[in-house]
């Protein structure tokens, strides 16, 4: 449900050494706009993982020392570029199915099998979900045996985000504040995934989230329209509209924010380079 969040981070990341995503069918959509921002990943399959960082990591050790032994008079400009490179990491990306949130068994599940997994070539892990209905809440207690600290999508307040809507919203004191706001109106939080997505949760999902006879109850009667600023704003628009008529709601807009999910990045990134945030 955070695609585009990633997509708008990795596509502005001018200190990537490699972007790597994991190959599955949930991926799909999420390359395409990548490659709308020329942004074009290698991709592997998970398995595959740890030989392809191990190879490329040999890649430029042999050509290191080819370097140096043709040109020895440039030691000093190969150490500065030597500093910089270490600054750069290699990002991989493993996107899990976007429905997992209507059985939050099945999305822990899945979340604690890609972790044991990616942990294997891993230096750090930035878990990029809310902690969803307190199912993620125990990830850095149940993982302590890493060795290294897991990351989180964190408010200022450093608290882990409940979800999507209050990582959109700009933490979770945002999103108590416009529970507050509309606690008399019955309201759906809308990012542009959720607006992209309900059709296909509505024919998917197990859940209530986007079920036909539950929204269509008189309680809800607001759609919340979370304004950021990398959203496709024409594709964005109709798609609450299309959602607003289908289930007589009227519409007011938020305004969104990127802050958490870049700084939460940066943070984790940081914490391997060993730079100050």
Partial sequence: MLEDEL???????SELKQLIVVENRSNLEFLRKLKSKNCTPRKVFLDRG???LEDAD???SRTNVEFLSLLPFFKKIHKKRELIEQKKVTVVVNLLRLDLHSDLEQLKANVYEN???MAY???NILIFYGICRHTLGKLEEDFADLGWSLSFLKDKEGEMIEDCISLALGGNEAYARCMLDFRDIGTIYLTPMWASSWKRLENEAKGRDFNNKYLKKS??????KI???FANNSEFDENIKEFARKFAMKITNLKGSMEIAEQSYFAARNNITGELF
């Fill in 7 to 13: 997509v708008h981070i990795l596509s502005n990341d």
């Fill in 50 to 52: 740890p030989i392809i």
């Fill in 58 to 60: 040999s890649r430029n």
């Fill in 115 to 117: 972790i044991r997994e």
């Fill in 121 to 123: 070539f891993s230096d």
């Fill in 219 to 224: 309680l809800y009667c607001m759609a919340a």
């Fill in 227 to 229: 304004n950021t600023e």
